[in-house]
T-cell receptor, first 112, second 114 residues
Framework: EDKVVQSPLSLVVHEGDTVTLNCSYE??????LLWYKQEKKAPTFLFML????IEKKSGRLSSILDKKELSSILNITATQTGDSAIYLC????????????FGQGTILTVHP | DVKVTQSSRYLVKRTGEKVFLECVQD?????MFWYRQDPGLGLRLIYF???????EKGDIPEGYSVSREKKERFSLILESASTNQTSMYLC?????????????FGDGTRLSIL
């Protein structure tokens, strides 16, 4: 059974801090790892990491895939209150294309 | 932009009722998915569909069924609602096959079973 574990489950920081969110996985036939941000509505896509693209960056957010350690980190620098959200990690693996296994999510709260 | 629309944001039903949750996407995507989201458990896959008339069980299909009669619409059915089905339900879609494309989500339906 595929398994994805995120840590920490919740995190409280102040504006300007840098945070690192972790995602580890145990799956068969890994294909990609995805990060999503969920505020009050639909999860929105942040990054997809694959064997051919192990590092992605967009503004203050960046993510790295470590295939040896079977894990990924999501970094957010100079956090803002608008970064408060649930961050979801998901892995696509196995023979069912498009099917994702999600971690529990990390609840990030950024105080002014 | 991909638009995935779920018919209701909030829904309250009674135990034993048959409940229909509707999802429509406007990007001609082959694949569609239904998840439920519970605190501390993340998103868990209930059912998915690779194309019209096709359906596959996810990780927690018990108590649910689905219907995909048209490509753009994927319905989740609670045959006889129970209180443990109170949850947030999320629908998603993506292009089919080997495309390296992410799933796009609707805003969710918060369902309460009394």
């Amino acid at each position: 059974e595929d398994k994805v574990v995120q840590s920490p489950l919740s995190l409280v920081v102040h504006e300007g801090d840098t945070v690192t969110l972790n995602c580890s996985y145990e799956v068969t036939n890994f294909r990609s790892l995805l990060w999503y941000k969920q505020e009050k509505k639909a999860p929105t896509f942040l990054f997809m990491l694959t064997s051919s693209g192990i590092e992605k960056k967009s503004g203050r957010l960046s993510s790295i895939l470590d295939k040896k350690e079977l894990s990924s980190i999501l970094n957010i620098t100079a956090t803002q209150t608008g970064d408060s959200a649930i961050y979801l990690c998901a892995v696509e693996a196995g023979t069912s294309y498009g099917k994702l296994t999600f971690g529990q999510g990390t609840i990030l709260t950024v105080h002014p | 932009d991909v638009k995935v629309t779920q018919s209701s944001r909030y829904l309250v039903k009674r135990t034993g009722e048959k409940v229909f949750l509707e999802c429509v996407q406007d990007m001609d995507h082959e694949n569609m998915f239904w998840y439920r989201q519970d605190p501390g458990l993340g998103l868990r896959l209930i059912y998915f569909s690779y194309d019209v008339k096709m359906k596959e069980k996810g990780d927690i299909p018990e108590g649910y069924s689905v219907s995909r009669e048209k490509k753009e619409r994927f319905s989740l059915i609670l045959e006889s609602a129970s209180t443990n089905q109170t949850s947030m339900y999320l629908c998603a879609s993506r292009p089919g096959g080997f495309s390296n494309q992410p799933q796009h989500f609707g805003d969710g339906t918060r369902l309460s079973i009394l």
